[in-house]
């Protein structure tokens, strides 16, 4: 749950700016499985995850990867700083 809320925000963010292709690397494979395979459901996350699917369809062109953690330290240092802002972030 920790990797898909900040990835919603992301693709809300994406989606708000118009921006047409996006390119989604995360580090956890699970959430990469879930989001490419429809046919593998998770009831916890669930909810989430649709979220990011109908968002992730929004965009012209859109793929998401797997990559390792130890190449992803930019998202999670911002992963990190997340946690100490005191609310969302949201664009009107």
């Known amino acids: 749950m920790a990797e898909l809320w900040p990835l919603k925000d992301g ?15 995360l580090d956890a494979g699970l959430i990469v499985l879930l989001l490419t395979n429809y046919s593998i459901n998770n009831l916890m996350l669930e909810l989430l995850l649709d979220d990011c699917k109908t968002l992730l369809k929004k965009f012209h062109s859109s793929t998401v990867h797997h990559i390792f953690r130890e190449t992803n330290q930019c998202a999670g240092t911002l992963a990190k700083f997340e946690t100490t802002i005191s609310s969302n972030f949201f664009m009107e």
Request: aromatic share 0%.
């Open 11 to 25: 693709l809300t963010l994406a989606s708000q700016l118009r921006i047409s292709s996006i390119c989604v690397e």
